[in-house]
């Protein structure tokens, strides 16, 4: 069975389990930490080789593939760390980089 | 009651036996004086297979705690022993040790702290960690550190607690004098302390958990020390419990607080440790003179006994409280005003004066107990009121 932490916000001091243990595996997808960011990875599919290596270096979870190609970022789990913009190669033909980080909120419309 | 065998030897060759007949499957140490024997004597043990204890040599007690939390973690039962700087060295992993809840069991060698550097006995190792969330035992002798040691384990894995314990002898007095024991036979032990059975083993793979954890969870890290309150103020009764059954396979007595003499005291002494023997010497020698004299030992510090000790001291018409450590700034030592605060919720005020003394290992001549007990007497006669907190013996 699940852990359900859906109400642990109003939990009592004696439902969370002894010394902040978190009792069960594989949960780390139900956290959301898209918060701390105050960057985001942006990616140009036209210049992206799918060479895969953002999705291996990413830290978390937060390269979203379909089959074997980059499709997303995953911003509820994207802490902005930026290594996958620092392992994305050039790619020779646009002189550049298919993933970028851009100031978080700033480029998103309405946002000052 | 089991088979015991009469041994002479030192306090700290008894520590490091109970702690192999309680089967640790880790130690993690750091030698310093007076502690140094008891890691020495269970380095032996493992290089001569007399126990399955893994042994790791650290670089620190910084390192020791570290790999203590990280094997109770893990899910073994494990043991330490440190003092002084060594304790104070370790001083934030006691309370990760505390906070994640393990059950690590750690005899301190109290011995002072340095400025100036001194490796002699007195208590302010022990209570400048008292705040860490460790349930903390005190020896008077060699048999009660070897005691305190195996009942520690029992009361630190107890589901209602899953808290480190910290078992404390006076370095030196206790830690090298040789002394005579009772020791019980190894199967006993075993069978008193039982097996280990972790709720949350890191190891435990078809039940995987994390532990250390951000206290994001909720935001709850108010509400864990809540639980570690509660823990705590559980182990009171652990302790009575665990002491009594121990009690009845050793056939020697336990309690959080030991008296003598205190049925009708007139004049009483509070204490910790090894003076408790000094204490009860010369108390025993002004009973014979016609004065009502007791002793109160407190084995139990921390969760700290005041229901036990108001009840103690009720009735009693001048008490002193010995303090081996400094509180500096304070109105007195620390079991001075853990005492004192026991005692606030009597209708009837008990005289309280409180003496420091025997700091840095400072001799406890038996004169200056008796002076002790004479200003009591003073107080009770009416012919001195009770003074503020004394320096007992420097010069």
């Known amino acids: 069975m699940k852990w359900d932490i859906s109400r642990v916000n109003e939990w009592k001091s004696e439902e969370f389990p002894p010394g902040a243990v978190i009792p069960e595996g594989g949960n780390s997808h139900d956290y959301n930490v898209g918060g701390w960011r105050s960057e985001r990875p942006v990616r140009d599919d036209k210049a992206c080789t799918q060479c895969l290596l953002c999705w291996i270096f990413c830290p978390d979870t937060a390269v979203v593939l379909d089959g074997e190609k980059v499709v997303d970022f995953d911003l509820e789990h994207c802490k902005g760390c930026g290594i996958c913009a620092n392992e994305c190669p050039t790619n020779p033909k646009f002189g550049r980089k298919a993933i970028e980080m851009i100031p978080e909120g700033c480029e998103l419309p309405g946002v000052k | ?42 380095a032996k043990f493992a290089a001569n297979g007399k126990t399955h204890a893994e042994y790791v040599t650290v670089e620190s007690e910084h ?62 190792d022990a209570m400048g960690a008292r705040d860490a969330g460790w349930v903390m035992l005190f020896a008077e002798t060699a048999q009660e550190a070897y005691d305190n040691t195996i009942m520690s384990v029992r009361i630190a894995e107890h589901a209602d607690v899953m808290l480190p314990v910290m078992t404390c002898l006076d370095g030196f007095i206790t830690t090298h004098s040789i002394d005579r024991a009772e020791m019980l036979d190894d199967a006993s032990v075993t069978e008193f302390v039982g097996e280990y059975t972790p709720r949350y083993a890191l190891l435990d793979t078809d039940k995987p958990v994390s532990h250390g954890n951000f206290s994001g969870l909720g935001g709850a890290y108010f509400e864990f020390k809540k639980q570690q309150r509660t823990a705590m103020d559980a182990a009171l009764s652990v302790v009575k419990s665990v002491g009594a059954e121990f009690s009845a396979l050793a056939g020697r007595p336990f309690d959080v607080v030991e008296g003598w003499g205190m049925d009708d005291a007139d004049v009483a002494i509070v204490v910790i440790g090894s003076t408790a023997g000094n204490a009860r010497h010369v108390a025993r020698d002004l009973r014979a003179k016609g004065v009502k004299a007791g002793v109160l030992k407190i084995r139990c510090f921390r969760p700290f006994p005041s229901a036990e000790i108001r009840e103690a001291l009720k009735g009693v018409k001048a008490v002193a409280v010995l303090d081996r450590s400094e509180s500096f700034g304070a109105e007195g030592g620390p079991v001075f005003l853990e005492v004192k605060s026991a005692l606030y919720d009597l209708d009837a005020r008990v005289p309280l ?28 006669s009416g012919t001195a009121a009770p003074s503020a907190m004394q320096y007992l013996g420097t010069r």
Request: hydrophobic content about 50%.
């Open chain 2, 63 to 124: 390192s020791a705690m570290s790999a203590c939390v990280g094997a109770s973690a893990a899910g073994a039962r494990v043991m330490t022993a440190t003092c002084s700087q060594g304790l104070a060295l370790m001083w934030e992993e006691l309370y990760i040790a505390s906070g994640l809840r393990l059950p690590i069991v750690m005899a301190n060698a109290n011995r002072a702290l340095a400025a100036p550097i001194n490796i002699h006995c007195d208590h302010s």
């Open chain 2, 353 to 380: 004066v409180n003496y420091i003394y025997g700091l840095g290992g400072a001799d406890v001549r038996l004169e200056l107990i008796e002076s002790v007990y004479a200003d009591l007497s003073d107080i009770v």
């Open chain 2, 1 to 42: 009651m089991a088979e015991q065998t009469t041994v002479a030897t030192t306090g700290n060759v008894l520590v490091a036996e109970a702690m192999r007949q309680c089967k640790p499957d880790v130690m993690a140490a750091y030698p310093i004086t007076p502690q140094t024997t008891i890691v020495e004597e269970f």
